[in-house]
């Protein structure tokens, strides 16, 4: 147990590995989040919608709640449109990160291996999504 929860906890919500999802979302704009940076093939809205969907399927497949991925489902869909929309993609987010700190608390093998493999797919696209969030000019609150 590290302090905070365990490492697979910290490393699914950030602090561990990379920085907490929280301090990279804060703030976030349709505007800054529907902006195109040059050889990058999509923007931060559709990394973030990229994350919300894979999240979802990896935390009910870890839960029990569905045996199989989907194999229909569409893991690059178009991200949100309006802030609204937006707003509600980044509290689905925030509230599934906690779902799998939680269940990451005492988790089954199966579990463990599913939310371990979230945890570096989803350290991955956190890193992009600062890496964009800086090339906007933004700053984290440790580096102001």
Same mark, same amino acid.
């Given at each position: 147990?590290?302090? /905070?929860?365990?490492? +697979? !906890?910290?490393?699914?919500?950030? /602090? ?8 990279? &979302?804060?703030?976030? =704009? &349709?505007?800054?989040? *529907? ?5 990058? #093939?999509?923007? +931060?809205?559709?990394?973030?919608? %990229?994350? $919300?969907? =894979? ?17 229909? +489902?569409?893991?690059? #869909?178009?991200? #949100? ?9 980044? /509290?689905?987010? $925030? &509230?599934? &990160? ?16 599913? +939310?371990?493999?979230?945890?570096? %797919?989803?350290?991955? %696209? ?8 800086? !090339? *906007?000019? %933004? =700053? ?5």
């Amino acid at each position: 147990m590290v302090a /905070g929860g365990t490492l +697979l !906890q910290l490393s699914l919500g950030g /602090g561990a590995a990379f920085r907490e999802v929280a301090g990279l &979302l804060r703030g976030l =704009t &349709l505007a800054e989040a *529907q902006a195109e940076f040059p050889g990058v #093939p999509y923007a +931060l809205a559709d990394l973030l919608a %990229h994350l $919300h969907a =894979t999240t979802r399927v990896s935390l009910d497949l870890s839960s029990g709640k569905i045996a199989a991925w989907p194999e229909e +489902l569409d893991i690059w #869909p178009d991200g #949100p449109d309006t802030q609204a929309a937006l707003d509600g993609l980044l /509290g689905d987010l $925030h &509230l599934m &990160l906690a779902e799998a700190q939680m269940l990451a608390a005492d988790p089954s093998s199966a579990a463990r291996d599913l +939310l371990t493999d979230l945890a570096v %797919h989803n350290a991955y %696209h956190w890193g992009q999504v600062a890496v964009l969030r800086r !090339q *906007q000019g %933004h =700053t984290f609150a440790a580096e102001a």
